[in-house]
Antibody
Framework: EVQLVESGGGLVQPGGSLRLSCAAS????????MSWVRQAPGKGLEWVAN????????YYVDSVRGRFTISRDNAKDSLFLQMNSLRAEDTAVYYC??????????WGKGTTVTVSS | QSVLTQPPSVSGAPGQRVTISCTGS?????????VHWYQQLPGTAPKLLIF???NRPSGVPDRFSGSKSGTSASLAITGLQAEDEADYYC???????????FGGGTKLTVL
């Protein structure tokens, strides 16, 4: 069964850091681009970042560029999102998703990040 | 303000047909990039509904269909059922932003 499981969310103070992980199974992780997408409470979906299958290319939405870093470990079928200098507006459910030809075909269930003092 | 524009809400009675529009610009849909659609049932993660404008993944009923023309795309749902009540999002690639963009989402209410 194809599966993505996110972890690492939690409550963090403004200015703090958090590292999200996404464990993949059931497919050849190293062959896929991967993305992070977030959804603020009561709001729509926002694409955050993506990474090429070999990690050689990474792209970010303007609002997180310079603060967030996407990475992957193909040996461990894992995707990561290092989030620094967190702000209240980063509060959201964060989903990881496998990407094929620009569409997101498999999604995890998400992990919740709350930035608050 | 989302890069792709969707109506906030649509509604229809069981059995009826509804459409959801998605309007972009010359740097995304109008540039020839494909449009994809996702369904998000209440309290769950999004699920791919339509890919590459008009293709359905395995398991998606043929009541759902997509089309694209110019700088816009549409999702049509025929034979509305109660379980179709959900939020629907369009998504494409934007060359000026070098990343994916989503519509603001449309809440479908089955009356």
């Amino acid at each position: 069964e194809v599966q993505l499981v996110e972890s690492g969310g939690g409550l963090v103070q403004p200015g703090g850091s958090l590292r999200l992980s996404c464990a993949a199974s059931g497919f050849t992780f190293s062959a896929y681009w991967m993305s992070w997408v977030r959804q603020a409470p009561g709001k729509g979906l926002e694409w955050v970042a993506n990474i090429k299958h070999d990690g050689s290319e990474k792209y970010y939405v303007d609002s997180v560029r310079g603060r967030f870093t996407i990475s992957r470990d193909n040996a461990k079928d894992s995707l990561f999102l290092q989030m620094n200098s967190l702000r209240a507006e980063d509060t959201a459910v964060y989903y990881c998703a496998s990407e094929y030809s620009y569409y997101l075909d498999v999604w995890g269930k998400g992990t919740t990040v709350t930035v608050s003092s | 303000q989302s890069v792709l524009t969707q109506p906030p809400s649509v509604s229809g009675a069981p059995g009826q047909r509804v459409t959801i529009s998605c309007t972009g610009s010359s740097s995304n849909i109008g540039a020839g990039y494909d449009v994809h659609w996702y369904q998000q049932l209440p309290g769950t993660a999004p699920k791919l509904l339509i890919f590459r404008n008009s293709n359905r993944p395995s398991g998606v009923p043929d009541r759902f269909s997509g089309s694209k023309s110019g700088t816009s795309a549409s999702l049509a749902i025929t034979g509305l059922q109660a379980e179709d009540e959900a939020d629907y999002y369009c998504q494409s690639y934007d060359s000026s932003l070098s990343g994916s963009v989503f519509g603001g989402g449309t809440k479908l209410t089955v009356l």
